[in-house]
C-alpha cells in the first residue's frame, strides 16, 4: 500500500520489516507496484493460499484472502492481528505504534 512504502524507514527504524502478501499473482502484483509507485517492501504472491489459510484470513467464496495486518515477533509468533472489511485500508501510524507498543 502507497501509505506504507511512504513509512517504510519508519517501521525498520523500530526494528520492522514491511511486506505485502495475496492471493494475487506476481504479475499481478507488478502491476500495482507500478502504477502506485511501490518500491520500498516486498510484495509477496501467496497463489497457492498457503499463507492465506495459515494465518486465518482465507476468503472461500472469492478464493482469495482478507486484508489484515498482523505483527509477527521474531520467533514466528502473532502479536498482532487487525482485519480490514470492504474498503477498509490499515493505518501505518496506528501499526506502527502498535510496533513500538509491542517492543
Given at each position: 500500500?502507497?501509505?506504507?512504502?511512504?513509512r517504510?524507514?519508519?517501521?525498520?527504524?523500530?526494528?520492522?520489516?514491511?511486506?505485502?502478501?495475496?492471493?494475487?499473482?506476481?504479475?499481478?502484483?507488478?502491476?500495482?507496484?507500478?502504477?502506485?509507485?511501490?518500491?520500498?517492501?516486498?510484495?509477496?504472491?501467496?497463489?497457492?493460499?498457503?499463507?492465506a489459510?495459515?494465518?486465518?484470513?482465507?476468503?472461500?467464496?472469492?478464493?482469495?484472502?482478507?486484508?489484515?495486518?498482523?505483527?509477527v515477533?521474531?520467533?514466528?509468533?502473532?502479536?498482532?492481528?487487525?482485519?480490514?472489511?470492504?474498503?477498509?485500508?490499515?493505518?501505518?501510524?496506528?501499526?506502527l505504534?502498535?510496533?513500538k507498543?509491542?517492543?
Open positions: 500500500m502507497p501509505a506504507f512504502d511512504k517504510v524507514s519508519d517501521f525498520e527504524a523500530a526494528n520492522t520489516q514491511v511486506l505485502g502478501i495475496s492471493t494475487d499473482s506476481p504479475f499481478s502484483h507488478q502491476n500495482w507496484a507500478e502504477k502506485y509507485d511501490i518500491k520500498n517492501y516486498p510484495l509477496l504472491s501467496d497463489v497457492h493460499r498457503t499463507a489459510k495459515d494465518y486465518g484470513v482465507y476468503w472461500p467464496e472469492w478464493n482469495a484472502n482478507q486484508r489484515a495486518t498482523f505483527i515477533g521474531a520467533q514466528g509468533t502473532i502479536r498482532f492481528v487487525e482485519r480490514y472489511g470492504k474498503g477498509e485500508l490499515p493505518e501505518p501510524d496506528k501499526i505504534a502498535e510496533v507498543k509491542l517492543g
